[in-house]
């Protein structure tokens, strides 16, 4: 039995979590956008306008706030001009990154943007640095968002939507460092000031512009930018700022270092478990390395800090297509995604965004799909559990002691994490307990104000291995919870091992 005894006021608040750190990612790539988003006029799976409406309704249930588009890798050799107009009218493309299948441009602007409005989520565009133009990303945005009679807002009309829409987020490439043009920071630093110069602002629609940052814990790439950041006119949200205002890192969480073995995503052993938990918990030191560098050259935090892609990364289901990465995802891959959270939480002051890897039957998604059947994962319940804490206040945890770590051949990690935010007259409290072999007790003096439980869920089952498939779709699936009580000014919750927990507070 491992514990962890800590003292939160209520009554003092942290930074603001923004819902953004719950943001998500489409990439065309295996079977993402096509089948697990677009499906087509014509299919027998019910779709709105071509987009499948089971897929959209169970992301609407966990509150996406933003969806990142086109890619990845494919951002950089998207031209987007070729999915737009007359569908059979549209050239196709090679996806040299992913599969090396021929992409046919159904799915362009106009279905995104669709997709956005169903879901009631922010659209992030990743603009093409890789192989596209300053010219090609400047239209792109002009036709997007500019009214009136420009040439792109002609276009635009022409091909069927006379409105122009509302686009917050922009990317100015995808790591640039590698797939996106095999960049030395100080050439993508250039590009990045020059690419944003002609990002412009139309109608009202202001463009959060994000850099494509680091991979991992390359901080150089990050005061490299950040040293620009002076010469592009002074604080990143000022109106004489000329450049991005936030910076993006990409980490992914594997068992191995070896790429070509990353480990199977639902036979793993205690050993791969516990490898796991250590390169997960990298996240905390990298996220705040970069804040660390960000906080020297710019201490107010007006440039954000975005981690556009993270989670898990398997090897591929055996038998289906390797450049496709679609992977199982079992407790393992939520007790990762529950880690994560808190770190984001936690760092709430200067990181803005996160988008995990992908959205659907790519790497750590939420939805698999098996035609017209669809499957939650163990992850999407993360995602549900944790809505709570979006455009919530954090709360700091005190930890007055703790027992929960773990110390082996793999190296050392902190076995139990714990999230309190509030807003709206309820808090709420999410705990994750790493342990793989044993329960966990946490103990929370909240002080500061009047609290009662409401409500208390778990996600756990008896293998840390349990997934949910088409068959069994509710084997890890979210129950009522018993093991939280009050005692006194006391939150004492008794966690199962390998198990995450939300509990709701009512406040007064
Ligand atoms: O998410 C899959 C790929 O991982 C993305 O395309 C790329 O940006 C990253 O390397």
Redesign the pocket.
Known sequence: MTTLDGVVDLDVSGATINRHLYGH?A?H?GRCIYEGFWVGEDSEIQNSGGIRDDVVQALKDIAVPNLRWP?????DEYHWMNGVGPREERPSMVNT??GDVVEDNSFGTHEFMRLCELLGADPYVSGNVGSGTVAEMSDWIEYLTRSGDAPMSRLRREHGRSEPWKVPFWGIG??NW???GNMTAEQYTQLAAQFATYCRNHDGNELYRIAAGP?RDDYHWTETLMKSISSLGGPARTPKHNGWQALSF?Y?THASDDWQHKGSATEFTAAEYHETMVRAWRIDEIVRGHVRVMDAYDPEAAVGLVCD?W?T?WDVEPGTNPGF?FQQNTLRDALVAGLHFDVFHENARRLVMANI??TVN??QAMVLTDGARMVLTPTYHVFAMNAGHQDATSHPVQVRSADAAYEGEQGSYRTLTTTVSSKDGSALVSLTNLDVDGPATVRLALRGKVWEVARARVLAAPSVQAHNTVEAPDAVAPAQFDGARREGDTLVVDLPPHSFATVELTLS
């Open positions: 990612f990439e790539l890619g990845g890798c494919f951002a990154h992913w995808n790591e590698g797939c996106g991979n990409h992914y892609e989670g990364w990465l890897a992908q790519v790497l």
